[in-house]
Nanobody, 116 residues
């Protein structure tokens, strides 16, 4: 099983980034896919989630209206991040959750830094 994130980096406040997570080694379509983040000194928090069929999404209040999660049939889940703020600075992790076994897979994380 592999979850490989990409797309992180340094961006100015108000800018945009698109994170991608390439999944392999499991039946992608069965899993709820999510993005979490963890800032220094803080607990890991859920940013956005999308159901296995892609019909339902859920967002943290702090990112609603700015971030969009999506998934495709090529085993990729993406997070479009607009109007970025310094408080969005964190390591962002891709998560795959099996709703039946409740097992979780995690990626290695990608750093997002929002700073002028």
């Amino acid at each position: 099983v592999q979850l490989v994130e990409s797309g992180g980096g340094l961006v100015q406040p108000g800018g945009s980034l698109r994170l991608s997570c390439a999944a392999s080694g499991f039946t992608f379509s069965w899993y709820v896919m999510s993005w979490y983040r963890q800032a220094p000194g803080k607990e890991r928090e859920l940013v956005a989630a999308i159901t296995s069929a892609g019909g339902s999404t859920n967002y943290a209040d702090s990112v609603k209206g700015r971030f969009t999660i999506s998934r495709d049939t090529k085993n990729t889940v993406s997070l479009q991040m607009n109007s970025l703020k310094p408080e969005d600075t964190a390591v962002y992790y891709c998560n795959a959750h099996d709703p039946y076994t409740r097992y979780d897979y995690w990626g290695q994380g990608t750093q997002v830094t929002v700073s002028s």
